[in-house]
């Protein structure tokens, strides 16, 4: 094999694994965004669950003292 033989070779090796290497740094990053996407849509889902949860606490709460006022109405109109 002459060298100018050898050197190409090498080159396209190079090339080669050069090019391997970018295409693992990009899956690698496509891996990353999308873990990073998977993450937010998951906090949105917890925050939005939070949301839900306190909404039905205020309701909860409210009814509650709805039925206090009403019985302390009740009560004084009773004479007491």
Avoid: H, P, Y
Avoid at 59 to 66: I, R
């Amino acid at each position: 094999m002459l060298a100018s033989d050898m050197k190409q070779l090498i080159n396209s090796m190079e090339n080669t694994i050069k090019l391997q290497n970018r295409a693992r740094a990009e899956r690698r990053a496509d891996k990353a965004a999308r873990e990073q996407q998977e993450f937010k849509e998951k906090l949105m889902r917890i925050s939005t669950g939070e949301l839900e949860l306190e909404g039905m606490a205020r309701k909860g709460k409210g009814a509650q003292a709805a039925v206090q006022r009403d019985q302390l109405i009740g009560l004084m109109m009773a004479g007491f």
